[in-house]
């Protein structure tokens, strides 16, 4: 009886030191690394399973010891439920790490990167060519009624926010539009409640169509406040606002690269040499720092302004003054 009580206590010891060393192989193999020198990326259906996956990895040799794997997935069976995306296998992460990744949807993110100063064309031609992003059709009527703008736009143009967005694989295009147009909708609005009082724009679209102006016309931070100053200045006096960027827009396809004497007498809504007041529309996408500075121009007397040459520019209160400016900046070259 001795030896029957002892031979089944030797059988669970070994039972017990059995079972703890496959959970330790399974527990190790789960929690070693991919075998990979560098991030890939690892594309899953809605067709695939857990042990498909596991078996294509190994026969990639990515990684090891397969079967331990599946008995892994079998202790936390959570982590089976995998979900179909794009995701990205990083150079350390773990076997765990890539099915928590899998079970919990947490895809592989892109980014693009939509630069203030640039057109909606210029916007929609890069989204609708950006790698996993699904490209639109939507004509700029139909793209109008889907964010249904807060204020009086007719246009596409100014009315997203630039900034870099994040977005997963088969995202829309209309989803990175969406999210910078609601993003430019909240800015505006908190922007709106802090202006300067008494400027000579009654609504936020018409700030937004002034700031766009003033994006095109200084890349440099310090001066936008100072160039809206000035713009404010002119509307104040009824004078036109005389800015180039606006005579190119209207433009269009037919700007070559240079502006003509006979371009800044022709009659179109946006010249701003022939029209008074603002052009019906913004001219690009503007920056937060362009919004901010329209709404809260640098007091001054100024009236013109001309580059130096450098990315600044020259500020004047009289012709004259301007004049002498032009003469000393523009008219040497």
């Known amino acids: 009886m001795n030896i029957l009580i002892k031979v089944i206590a030797a059988l669970s010891l070994l039972i017990?030191?059995?079972?703890?060393?496959?959970?330790?192989?399974?527990?190790s193999a789960f929690h070693k690394p991919l075998l990979i020198g560098h991030s890939q990326v690892l594309t899953v259906d809605s067709s695939m399973y857990a042990n498909g996956i596991i078996e294509d990895l190994s026969e990639r040799s990515i990684l090891r010891s397969p079967l331990l794997i599946k008995l892994a997935l079998k202790m936390e069976p959570e982590m089976s439920q995998i979900k179909a995306g794009t995701y990205e296998l990083k150079f350390g992460m773990s076997v765990r790490d890539l099915f928590f990744n899998l079970s919990n949807g947490k895809e592989m993110t892109?980014?693009?990167q939509l630069i203030e100063g640039l057109t909606?064309?210029?916007?929609?031609e890069q989204l609708n060519s950006t790698a996993n992003l699904i490209p639109s059709?939507?004509?700029?009527?139909q793209w109008l009624a889907l964010l249904e703008p807060s204020f009086e736009a007719t246009s596409m143009e100014g009315m997203l926010l630039p900034d870099t967005y994040q977005y997963t694989a088969g995202s829309k295009v209309e989803d990175i539009v969406n999210r910078a147009h609601l993003a430019l909708t909240e800015f505006l609005q908190t922007?709106?409640?802090?202006?300067?009082?008494?400027?000579?724009?009654?609504t936020p679209y018409e700030a937004l169509i002034l700031a766009s102006i003033v994006e095109k016309e200084t890349g440099l931070a310090s001066e936008r406040s100072r160039i809206a100053g000035v713009f404010v200045n002119r509307l104040r006096l009824n004078m036109r606002?005389?800015?180039d960027p606006t005579v190119i827009y209207g433009m269009g396809d037919k700007f070559d690269g240079n502006i003509r004497r006979k371009d800044l007498k022709q009659a179109t809504p946006y010249n701003t040499y022939v029209i008074k007041g603002l052009p019906p529309t913004p001219i690009s996408m503007m920056s937060k720092l362009a919004i901010t500075a329209t709404l809260n121009p640098m007091v001054t007397d100024e009236l013109y302004f001309v580059s130096k040459g450098d990315g600044s520019h020259q500020f004047s209160v009289t012709l004259d003054q301007h004049n002498k400016a032009v003469r000393k900046y523009q008219l040497k070259k």
């Open 16 to 27: 017990v030191v059995g079972v703890s060393a496959l959970v330790y192989s399974v527990n």
């Open 120 to 124: 909606w064309k210029d916007w929609l």
């Open 241 to 243: 606002l005389q800015t």
């Open 110 to 112: 892109f980014m693009v």
């Open 191 to 202: 922007e709106w409640q802090m202006r300067e009082l008494d400027l000579p724009y009654n």
């Open 137 to 141: 059709t939507l004509t700029d009527e």
